[in-house]
Structure formats: structure tokens, C-alpha cells
């Protein structure tokens, strides 16, 4: 009901994001804007089954869902706003205008979060650089930092398990193919 829908919007959960720092957002979130060119669009809608709640993506993000499965699979994320982004450059007006619970964007990109900061946006910033850019660790990081965001842990702990054991899967099974007999 309304009430305890206003209740989880006035909860609040700390999460400490890869820039460092901690940032207290809403204990329910509704209203999901991922700024930057990342491939984090495709683990959100992993990560929460569907694309609902992402309302806004960068331009990059949508040309490369549409060219992808991603609409296939998680149709909704179509109808995700790209307008916030003109010339490569944010309009914060715009991406204010969407009334994000949170931006998810570039942990490299520190002009972009003083920008949220100084317009009062909770934004939390997802590393790329992470382990030495091993792409395993870089998704488990993440999901780890999705299930703080979300206070669901122990499901981002089964899908970081998960992706390890496809990884070591793989390696155990390629490990002894001499370069002849790897596929090209």
C-alpha cells in the first residue's frame, strides 16, 4: 500500500561505490539513470531480471542494445530516455527533469560526479579499471556493488559464484590445447 511504499522511499542504506565513497540513497529504488558508456545496462537487466526502472541510458548504451540481444530479451529497456545526452555532453536539466532515484555512471569520470554532486544527485560510480581489467572480477565487482545498492547480497554472491565457475570451467577445459587447437 501508499504508506509503506512511502516508508521504503524515506529508508535510506548506506553504499560505498568504487570511487571510495559512501553515498546514502533511498532503500527503494524506482527510477535508475546509467549516464556513461559502460556495458552496465546489460547487468542491470541481469542483475534484476528486467530492464524496468531504467529510465534513462546513454545514446552509446541504446545503439548497442538495439544491435544486440539485449531488446530481445529485455524489451522495456527501448523505452529508456537517451535525450539527457546531446553531442556527447550531459544536460543535467534534462537528466534532472527524469527524477532519477539515482545515476549510475563512469567511476573514472570525476567532472561528471562533481556535476551530480553540485546538482544534488545521488551518484554512484562503477569502475572499469578494477583487478587489472580482468573482465570476471570487473563484472563480480558490479553485481557485488548492485546487491548493495539493491540489499540483495546474497543473490549478487550466487551470480559472482556463478561467472567464477564458468571462468574456471573454461580454463579447465582449455588449459592443455596448444594454440593449433584453439578456435580462431
Keep these: ?8 522511499r524515506e529508508k535510506t542504506r548506506i553504499v560505498v561505490d568504487h570511487t571510495g565513497t559512501e553515498i546514502e540513497i533511498p532503500e527503494q529504488i524506482d527510477r535508475v539513470v546509467i549516464s556513461s558508456i559502460l556495458p552496465l545496462p546489460s547487468v542491470y537487466c541481469y ?3 528486467s530492464a524496468d ?9 541504446m545503439a548497442a542494445a ?3 540481444y539485449l531488446t530481445t530479451v529485455y524489451p522495456e529497456i527501448s523505452e529508456a530516455d537517451t535525450s539527457f545526452v546531446a553531442n556527447g ?8 527533469a527524469l527524477k532519477p ?3 549510475f555512471y563512469s567511476a573514472a569520470n570525476t567532472d561528471e ?12 560510480g562503477f569502475s572499469t579499471t578494477m583487478a587489472d581489467f580482468n573482465c570476471i572480477e570487473t563484472f563480480a565487482g558490479w553485481i557485488d556493488l548492485l546487491g548493495q545498492i539493491y540489499g540483495e547480497s546474497d543473490k549478487a554472491n550466487e551470480m559472482i ?3 567464477r565457475n564458468v571462468e574456471a570451467s573454461v580454463l579447465e577445459k582449455t588449459r592443455t590445447l596448444n594454440d593449433d587447437e584453439k578456435p580462431r
Excluded: T
Design 1 to 8: 500500500n501508499n504508506n509503506d511504499q512511502q516508508e521504503a
Design 89 to 96: 555532453e550531459i544536460n543535467i536539466e534534462q537528466l534532472m
Design 53 to 61: 526502472g531504467l529510465i534513462g541510458i546513454h545514446p552509446s548504451s
Design 47 to 49: 542483475f534484476n531480471g
Design 66 to 68: 538495439e544491435n544486440s
Design 113 to 124: 560526479r562533481e556535476m551530480y554532486d553540485n546538482a544534488g544527485i545521488k551518484a554512484i
Design 161 to 163: 559464484n556463478y561467472g
Design 101 to 103: 532515484d539515482v545515476v
